[in-house]
């Protein structure tokens, strides 16, 4: 019994959201309902009804209404603006984390006496973070565009220090890699993004 009249909240929330929604975002549902929860689905079919946007469930049948497939592609495509701006903004954060790691190497490499090179990489991690908040904070091209260049240069500079180690493993090259290609990877979808 307390399972139902937790689903019946649940649902309760669900036909709030959608009789919120216009008659556009309505027949969207309706056209993708097959990648809808079909209780979503029911409450969307009932709102179209008493909206007068269908006659019945039978209308859904007609050519206009058959389920249109979603696209693949490397890079998700986000429709609404409010949820592009969480991922933007969770995506700056997470290159804003990645400026602890030239932090924290910098830190090594003063402590082993390559004062310039150590300074160097606190330079580059305030301006890898200052870039990243201005993402988290307001997006811009211009702002990714730089920090695609800085990492970069970042592949560059790790591929050099790589070689100069005497004893390194494939592994430790595999993981530069693999990073790197995460880095990448959200700064691409950030483009996209913005």
């Known amino acids: 019994m307390n399972e139902k009249s937790k689903q019946e909240e649940d649902n309760s929330h669900l036909k709030e959201f959608i009789n919120k929604q216009t ?13 809808y929860q079909p209780e979503a689905v029911d409450i969307a079919v009932e709102e179209a009804i008493e909206r007068k946007l269908i006659n019945s469930e039978q209308d859904l049948v007609n050519p206009e209404f058959q389920t249109e497939p979603l696209k693949r592609s490397l890079f998700p495509t986000i429709e609404h603006e409010k949820n592009r701006e969480k991922v933007r903004r969770s ?5 804003l984390i990645v400026a602890l790691l030239p932090l924290i ?3 090594t490499r003063f402590k082993a006496g390559n004062i310039a ?6 330079v ?14 307001k997006g811009g091209r211009r702002n990714v ?22 004893q390194f493993s494939y592994f430790d090259h595999f993981v530069v890699v693999a990073f790197s290609l995460l880095i990448f990877y959200g700064l691409f979808f950030l483009r996209r993004l913005i």
Do not use: C, P
């Open 145 to 166: 565009n730089i920090l695609l260049v800085l990492s970069v240069l970042s592949v560059v500079y790790v591929g050099i220090y790589l070689q100069s180690i005497v």
């Open 117 to 122: 090179e150590g300074v160097g990489l606190f």
């Open 105 to 107: 190497f910098g830190f």
């Open 23 to 35: 008659d556009e975002k309505i027949l969207d549902i309706l056209k993708k309902r097959k990648h």
């Open 124 to 137: 580059f991690a305030l301006i890898w973070g200052g870039f990243s908040t201005q993402i988290m904070i």
């Open 91 to 95: 995506l700056g954060r997470s290159l």
